[in-house]
């Protein structure tokens, strides 16, 4: 029985180490908020559709495997939900497969209650987050200057804001006020670029209202923000998505090569809104093998 209880607290000491819950906000220091008391809801196991306030969700591999790199990962869901499970704990333990370290962000929703603009509520999350990483990235044993972030569907947007949103929405003090919030390289999945012509509606309706404006929508269209100081991007899309159409990687990929951004860009065929761990197509199912190569070509700069 002492044998069995031992065993039991080794396993669950590793669990813990593997996943690792972080408050993104310390208590008074989360900005945009109307100081609301809100309930965390999970329409249904794995996908959340509102929460109090940001969360990460540390996946460490084992300390003789780690390397330095260190990814955030984005879930999306429209900008209505989180699908952490699907879009974000799955993504993380493939990545600890590869030393990777992951960490998942479950990020404010713009139709929350609580925020006072609703817009820049996720982009102060992954900020927030990517400076918190930055600032004890000794203490997870990763490099500082090696942490990208993976963004699926309208993760993938916001993993493009904040590739390419240079202002600090944050308002944080103190030595976190230093701290970069531009990642050092990107992974787009199906991504939401374009707010606009070739928008998923429903991203656009949640992050920017029913009665955007022509200027408004232009600004949030990522394609418009990309630039000389745009990190490192890779991108994969299906060309049969018939959510988000494959015209978004493409107008981002063009902004790339038009501001001579390093990266790539694969179309699968096949595949359509579901591009992730486990694939339907082993055509499809090779953006893991590609992404894991170039990944390497991050970590040897």
Avoid at 143 to 169: C, E, F, K, R
Avoid at 259 to 277: D, Q, S
Wanted: with cysteine; hydrophobic share 40%.
């Amino acid at each position: 029985m002492k044998n069995f209880i031992l065993i039991f607290s080794i396993l669950l000491t590793i669990q813990l180490s593997a996943q690792q819950k972080i408050i993104v906000w310390s208590k008074g220091e989360m900005p945009n908020s109307k100081g609301l008391k809100l309930n965390i809801i999970e329409e249904k196991e794995g996908r959340i559709t509102q929460i109090q306030e940001a969360e990460l969700f540390a996946f460490l591999p084992a300390k003789e495997e780690r390397k330095s790199m260190a990814i955030i990962i984005i879930p999306g869901g429209g900008y209505h939900h989180l699908t952490y499970d699907l879009g974000g704990y799955s993504y993380a333990k493939w990545l600890n497969t590869l030393g990777i370290s992951a960490f998942v962000l479950n990020y404010r929703l713009p139709t929350s209650p609580d925020l006072k603009q609703r817009e820049i509520a996720p982009l102060q999350d992954i900020q927030a987050a990517i400076k918190l990483i930055r600032k004890n990235a000794a203490q997870y044993g990763i490099s500082p200057d090696q942490i990208g972030v993976l963004g699926t569907s309208a993760g993938g947007h916001l993993a493009a804001m904040a590739s390419n949103i240079s202002i600090d929405y944050t308002e944080l003090k103190g030595d976190l006020s230093t701290i970069s919030t531009i990642p050092n390289f990107a992974v787009l999945v199906s991504p939401v670029i374009d707010l606009g012509e070739f928008a998923h509606k429903g991203s656009r309706v949640n992050l920017l209202g029913e009665d955007a404006s022509p200027e408004k929508i232009k600004e949030y269209s990522m394609q418009n923000k990309v630039n000389e100081k745009t990190p490192p991007t890779i991108l994969f899309h299906a060309q049969n998505d018939p959510a988000v159409p494959v015209i978004n990687s493409i107008l981002y990929y063009e902004a790339m090569i038009k501001h001579k951004v390093k990266g790539a860009l694969f179309i699968f065929p096949e595949g359509e809104h579901n591009i992730g761990i486990s694939n339907k197509s082993e055509l499809t199912d090779n953006w893991k093998e590609i992404c894991t190569d170039w990944l390497k070509t991050i970590i040897n700069k």
